[in-house]
């Protein structure tokens, strides 16, 4: 399946480098590694999102499922890299609205 | 017209089908990913929702080239469905649903998008522009 999750830490904020695509059949797997990041109480995350290539509807409610686990447990979660068309999906649906999207990881660092 | 069974796993399989017809076309990477993604929204759609998974079911899909279009249609053996009862998925109030976001998704990137009495059946269609057929080609 083309998906990967590559994690690292900077202090108290994991980042997440995810590649490849998160569709309905790597959206499972994409769960799976974050519940690992909910087992590791996670309160700040980035999902560096620069090098998936494809986002469907249940990729979409994965990543909105995310959002609502961390909220829940007091976390904040940052979207960064996003490529022009993975954004306009981003715009189409009004999820920019919800998600907090920086352009890099640099930007997604600041004031964390 | 090519049939797909029920089965999601058989999702990537039929894209590739729709994909290679496409081949000859020299459409931009940007027309093909709508083209896909409205594709496999519909047809996870005909497979969930259409046909609930029933292996014994199958999904009709069919590609055609009316003059500058491509149309694709997606038909499941289900009960159909009422279109017009989908909510907008960009209200504020809806923005956290997790479902209720691939026909929206369908109408945004497709150029034209119908269905049939029935509820079964979703049509959808590109235009080919020639920017399109440049841009793929290089």
Known sequence: MNFEIKEKHLGDITICSIAGEININTSLNMRKGFEKLACENSRKIILNLGSVSYIDSSGLATLIEMLQRVKRNNGVMRLSNLSEKVSSLFEITKLDKLFNIFSNEEEALKNF | ?138
């Open chain 2, 1 to 138: 017209m090519f049939k797909v069974i029920s089965d999601l796993a058989k999702v990537n399989e039929a894209t590739q089908e729709i994909l290679a017809k496409l081949k000859d076309f020299n459409l931009s990477n940007d027309c093909l990913q709508d083209i896909r993604l409205s594709f496999e929204e519909a047809l996870i759609n005909a497979i969930k929702h259409g046909n609930k998974f029933n292996k014994n079911f199958s999904v009709d899909c069919n590609l055609t080239v009316q003059g500058n279009s491509i149309i694709i249609s997606v038909r499941d053996q289900g009960q159909g469905y009422d279109y017009n009862k989908i909510k907008n998925p960009t209200l504020d109030e809806n923005l956290e649903r997790k479902c209720g976001r691939g026909v929206f998704l369908i109408k945004k990137l497709m150029d034209n998008v119908s269905f049939n009495k029935a509820g079964n059946e979703i049509i959808m269609q590109k235009k080919i522009s020639r920017h399109d057929a440049c841009r793929g080609s290089r």
